[in-house]
């Protein structure tokens, strides 16, 4: 669906007098970030789900998490890894309230992470920690920050930035579940080159129009082993002769990691694209 504009998009348009104005053409995009458009509860949407553009014209999606308070998901983390790696965007993870870290777990999913080819930065908001390390990663780059409800996108991008003024929202005692605040994509000038993009908290991510026998590619740790298997439509699920398999069972791959792209597996539908 990419006759709809998006934030990042470099359109051309008509102003009228009365400052209202009409979008004529959108230019082509280098690349979007999409998803899976949500399911409606009681609605039954096999097959039907169409494609939600987050935002265009992108250079680095930051991934926003939290150790605790919501607890820190490496599901969600892979399914946003994929996303952003099937549309060719560099990627860097957020692993915010490390001050909530009382079982010493940022450590090892920083360390699966790094091991594997991605930058982690560790932050708490409240005592200022690792801000600015942050700051010089954002400049003359599009910027999205992107993450489940209640991790702390917006409280970041505001010790960032305190004069852009981002919406903060609680997280919930009763669901552990962040509210939504900030409704949708929306996009602020650091500079002539730098641009930061807030977007609505996650619930559920799907990344859109992957097929199964392709997933694997966009796991990056499974690549130098990939055309080692059997068949060349192997889903490195239950298949005789599956290299991902037995590199798994070898401990060159992180079990975690490999648990998650079978869950991302059984999730992936055949996508009507139109």
Known sequence: MLDIASVGDFVKFDMNEDGTGIIYEIEERRNYLSRKSPKLKGVSTRGERLEQIIAANIDTLFIVTSIKHPDFNNRVVDRLIVTAFSSGIDVKIIINKIDLDNKNEVEQWKKLYEKIGYKVFLTD????????????ELLDKVNVFWGSSGVGKSTILNGLFPSFNFKVGEVSDYSQKGTHTTVTSVMKKVDEKTYLVDTPGLREIDPFGIKKEDLGHYFIEFLPFINECKFNTCTHHHE???????????????????????NMLETIEDDIIY
């Open 125 to 136: 908001c409240i005592n200022k920690i690792g801000i600015e390390k942050l700051h010089d």
């Open 240 to 262: 005789p002769g599956c290299e991902i398999i037995e590199q798994v069972e070898n401990g060159n791959i992180d079990e975690r990691r490999y648990i998650s792209y079978l």
